[in-house]
T-cell receptor
Framework: NAGVTQTPKFQVLKTGQSMTLQCAQDMNHNSMYWYRQDPGMGLRLIYYSASEGTTDKGEVPNGYNVSRLNKREFSLRLESAAPSQTSVYFC?????????????FGPGTRLTVL | AQSVAQPEDQVNVAEGNPLTVKCTYSVSGNPYLFWYVQYPNRGLQFLLKYITGDNLVKGSYGFEAEFNKSQTSFHLKKPSALVSDSALYFCAVRDIRSFGNEKLTFGTGTRLTIIP
């Protein structure tokens, strides 16, 4: 089991460029999440998907879009990158069957927007 | 609304001494509480969680946490610190009444440094 995988590991963009961060899990989990981590601010939820075919906004969704491609994959898209989106992005997944499920995290994508 | 506070940005402990990383929470109903650890350039790893029952929860790597409802706290503890425990620790909370919506709220993190 690879768990939660993310690509790419690092990315540098110029302001206005677009990109998609990919996430996949092999644990047959129903729920998937995208977070961003900034110094002194902890993790903040961008979007989540409770199950295949559904997505909902989290705490900081502006400037992002998501796609739950299938049960395994959940992608995050930046349509027009801004320096404020420089951050480390984490994908996570959980079983989504009870309210007590543990979230499992990927290794992260470090994004710099110049 | 749910929130969690980690009042200390940095905690330094000598190797072999007991360690405590503090966490307090706020929820409307009853909480589900989690601790995660992040090593440099890695994702978060699950340590332990409190759902219900015994207030003392044991987790990975010898860590434990005590749920205190009256003080709305969930402090992480270890009896004897190891240098390898040095990492960034996150507390997280979810309101039990938000069933079907599994959003966790994370604290800002506490950097734990174990001094040899």
């Amino acid at each position: 089991n690879a768990g939660v995988t993310q690509t790419p590991k690092f990315q540098v963009l110029k302001t206005g460029q677009s990109m998609t961060l990919q996430c996949a899990q092999d644990m047959n989990h129903n729920s998937m999440y995208w977070y961003r981590q900034d110094p002194g601010m902890g993790l903040r939820l961008i979007y989540y998907s409770a199950s295949e075919g559904t997505t909902d906004k989290g705490e900081v969704p502006n400037g992002y879009n998501v796609s739950r491609l299938n049960k395994r994959e959940f992608s995050l898209r930046l349509e027009s990158a801004a320096p404020s989106q420089t951050s480390v992005y984490f994908c996570a997944s959980s079983e989504g069957r009870t309210g007590t499920d543990t979230q499992y995290f990927g290794p992260g994508t470090r994004l710099t927007v110049l | 609304a749910q929130s969690v506070a980690q009042p200390e940005d940095q905690v330094n402990v000598a190797e072999g001494n007991p360690l405590t990383v503090k966490c307090t929470y706020s929820v409307s109903g009853n909480p589900y509480l989690f601790w995660y650890v992040q090593y440099p350039n890695r994702g978060l790893q699950f340590l332990l969680k409190y759902i219900t029952g015994d207030n003392l929860v044991k987790g990975s790597y010898g860590f434990e946490a005590e749920f205190n409802k009256s003080q709305t706290s969930f402090h992480l503890k270890k009896p004897s610190a190891l240098v390898s425990d040095s990492a960034l620790y996150f507390c997280a909370v979810r309101d039990i009444r938000s069933f079907g919506n599994e959003k966790l709220t994370f604290g800002t993190g506490t950097r734990l440094t174990i001094i040899p």
